[in-house]
């Protein structure tokens, strides 16, 4: 199922869960798998893979929203205004959640469920340079003016 879902053959899942396993970053030899080490990526450079990886998530989570029961999803969402100094407070208190969930999933040995769970935040100010929605829409009028 997780091959259908991702668009991929069974043998390229099978061979990343023997790296992830390998690698230490989960553990488990059937779902649902557990999370090993922690892995922490940084570049000062966008990492194409990375941004890969949580676009997928950023997608299964649409599909989630549209396919999925309430009583099998959790959404929330808030836009808060902070001043730029917190913005640090904000990325702990962002892993500190996350490290929760790991704390949680590691305590439920009987595990019969897998939770996608993602800590995604920006500057929505650093999104007036990427224009809006309606740009698109307003360039296909343009278009017709002429």
Request: no cysteine; hydrophobic share 35%.
């Amino acid at each position: 199922q997780a091959a259908h879902d991702l668009g991929v053959s069974t043998e390229e899942v099978q061979s990343a869960l023997a790296r992830l396993k390998e690698l230490g970053l989960i553990q488990g030899d059937a779902p649902p798998y557990r999370r090993g080490e922690s892995l922490v990526f940084s570049s000062e450079k966008r990492s194409a893979a990375l941004v890969h990886f949580h676009r997928s998530s950023l997608e299964i989570m649409g599909r989630a929203l549209e396919q999925l029961d309430l009583s099998t999803r959790y959404q929330g969402t808030e836009t808060l205004p902070l001043n730029r100094r917190d913005v640090a407070e904000a990325r702990t208190l962002t892993n500190e959640f996350l490290d929760r969930m790991v704390a949680l999933s590691s305590r439920s040995v009987d595990a019969d469920v897998t939770v996608h769970v993602g800590g995604y935040w920006f500057l929505v100010d650093g999104l007036s340079r990427l224009g809006s929605l309606a740009d698109p829409l307003r360039k296909k009028e343009d278009k017709r003016e002429r």
